[in-house]
């Protein structure tokens, strides 16, 4: 797990911060996926949007998956 790079992991490889970001991937967006994206992480390539990660609903099931 720790030689995955950001240019492998869903949504981070197309992420313009991937080369200084300095994530934590202990928590993923899917637990069963290592290549899922940091769960932590509220930024959106695609639009360029920041939000606060812990409101998104589509991270509610894993919130609650790892017992936040
Ligand atoms: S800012 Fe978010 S999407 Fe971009 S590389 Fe870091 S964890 Fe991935």
Redesign the pocket.
């Known amino acids: 797990m720790r030689n995955i790079t950001?240019d492998q992991?869903t949504?981070?490889k197309?992420?313009?911060?991937?080369h200084i970001?300095?994530?934590c991937r202990a928590y993923i967006e899917e637990p069963h996926n290592i290549f899922s994206?940091?769960l932590?992480?509220?930024?959106?390539?695609y639009t360029n949007k920041w939000s606060d990660w812990s409101t998104n609903p589509l991270k509610q099931k894993v919130i609650e998956f790892y017992g936040f």
Do not use: N, Q, V, W
Request: hydrophobic fraction near 10%.
């Open positions: 950001k992991i949504t981070c197309d992420c313009e911060f991937r970001c300095t994530d994206k940091p932590k992480c509220g930024y959106d390539p």
